[in-house]
Structures are given as C-alpha cells and as structure tokens.
C-alpha cells in the first residue's frame, strides 16, 4: 500500500512515505535492522547532548513485550500486538552532566523518536507512535525509579496488509493521508 505525502513542496522521500500503520506483518525485525534504528536515535538533537531518551524493547512473544502491551488502551491493543516489536520510548528528568532538571527531556525524546521512525523508513519497517497507554502501570511494571518517565509506545515492523485489520481500522488504513496547510501552522510569511 503506497500512502506517499500529497507534499505542496519538495521534500526528502523518507518524509514522504512515513505515516502510521495499524496492519502489521507476522515477520520478524533483524536485529541488524534495530541496532540502525536506535544509531538514528543516538544522533539525534539534544540539549547539551544530554540524550535523555531512554528505550525498552519488547519482542512479540517475550516478557517485556506483554508488558507494554498490558499498558496500551484497548482502542490500541486491538491492532498493536500484531506488530513484531514494541518500544516503550522514556526519558530521563535530570540532566547527568549536572544533576539539573531538563525541561527539554520530552522534546528531546520526541526528536529521538522522529529519527528512528525515519531511519525505519530507511530499513523498509513502519512504526507507529502512540500516547493511548497507561504511563503510571508502565512505570509500575518496569521498574523504572523517579529518574526515568514513560511517554509513549511505537509499533515497529513490516507493513502488513489492511485487509487483515477490522472493517474499522481497516477503513482508517486505507484513507487518504492529509494535513493541515502549512499557512495554518506558520505564524509569518516568508
């Protein structure tokens, strides 16, 4: 299925084919495929190159896994535990360079995360972001101490095919991709 951008202007085709998926394929991820994701979150942006994004990688069938599952609402949990892999995406609060709070910590993650769903895109894999999941029962289940926060979940795998999904999602999956023009983010003209 190709849901490329509707893009007004030019822009990098990695940008243009990523969107959000809910059918994913009964495949695997190599390991290979993973470790080039997470080298693209590891050079991502970050205040005082304080790479604060710290991530839990559960594999379809393992412990960990099942646990981020259970924290996903069941809107998301009724598409999500086709996916082959679920990240748990969390940041650490304090900076360690200096012990301060990091006000930039979630924008950091987020900018994190946009990597590595690009370099996915890059590695032929479709990840899908989501905030439908119970932060405190993650916290809770993983362990993670007052340093690290929980704020969101990816879907990460091979594009599998809407016809497997409900009437509903398969619906959603099929429609096209739109958004907003860019005169109705941009605060100036240029």
């Not at 412990?63 to 998301?76: C, R």
Request: hydrophobic share 35%; proline share 2%; glycine share 6%.
């Amino acid at each position: 299925m190709n849901k490329k951008a509707n893009n007004e202007f030019p822009m990098n085709s990695l940008s243009e084919q990523r969107w959000s998926p809910r059918s994913f394929k009964n495949q695997k991820v190599e390991k290979e495929k993973l470790q080039s994701i997470f080298e693209a979150a590891r050079w991502s942006a970050s205040a005082y190159n304080g790479q604060p994004w710290r991530f839990l990688v559960g594999f379809q069938g393992d412990k960990t896994y099942n646990l981020i599952y259970e924290t996903l609402v069941e809107f998301n949990q009724q598409w999500a535990g086709k996916a082959p892999v679920l990240i748990l995406n969390c940041y650490q609060i304090h900076f360690t360079h200096n012990g301060a709070l990091n006000l930039t910590a979630e924008y950091d993650l987020g900018q994190a995360v946009a990597n590595y769903s690009l370099e996915a895109i890059n590695q032929g894999l479709y990840s899908h972001q989501m905030t439908g999941f119970d932060s405190l029962k993650a916290e809770s289940f993983f362990g993670l101490g007052e340093e690290v926060k929980v704020f969101s979940v990816t879907a990460l795998g091979y594009l599998g095919d809407a016809d497997d999904l409900t009437e509903d999602f398969k619906k959603m999956e099929t429609s096209e991709r739109k958004r907003i023009n860019q005169s109705a983010f941009l605060l100036n003209k240029f």
